[in-house]
């Protein structure tokens, strides 16, 4: 099988007590790495605080081994074209019962409950204290059903201005 490379930069395979893994995307909330495990190699048991995993086989059979917080114990084999999810806080490990290359991607997912609401929405509202009207900008036409006020370049800057409009 190639190797998997998504993201840019030299490659930076690390070497572990089981096998190696490849870092081959990565952004604020996903990192996917390209495992390769030796037969009979292992990981530490760990737990993410933060990161979901989901590992995918492509060559081989993995065993994942993880520990629910009732402490109950679940053991997923996977073959190739297979792949299993465990959340995050979730203790687990993993081993390879055969020479096995496998996707890992770490996620984390937004808080759903991440918002601060000071206002409630509606269809129209008088005009929030420190908050005008579109109409009541400079600059506005009510006829281009804009729902911004476009910042013109103050002049000779280059740069757009402090105010709508341009004007300061």
């Known amino acids: 099988m190639p190797a998997l490379r998504i993201s840019k930069g030299d490659p930076m ?12 995307f990565k952004t604020a909330d996903i990192s996917i790495h390209d495992l390769r495990i030796r037969a009979g190699g292992f990981c530490s048991e760990h737990r993410h605080r933060a ?20 402490g109950k114990a679940d053991l997923t084999l996977l073959g190739p074209g297979q792949g299993t999810t465990i959340k995050a806080g979730i203790w687990h490990r993993f081993k390879a019962l055969t020479e096995t290359r496998a996707l890992e991607l770490y996620w984390t997912e937004l808080d759903p409950d991440d918002i601060e609401r000071r206002t409630e929405g509606g269809p129209e509202e008088e005009n ?39 004007q300061r």
């Open 128 to 166: 929030a204290p420190g908050c005008p009207r579109n109409a009541d900008l400079p600059g506005h036409d009510p006829g281009s059903g804009a729902l911004y006020v476009k910042k013109e370049a103050a002049a000779g800057s280059g740069k757009g201005g402090d105010s709508p409009g341009g």
């Open 51 to 70: 990161k979901h995993n989901w590992f995918f086989v492509f060559e081989g059979h993995l065993e994942i081994l993880s520990w629910q917080p009732s």
């Open 13 to 24: 395979i690390q070497g572990k007590a089981w096998g190696t893994t490849e870092e081959v």
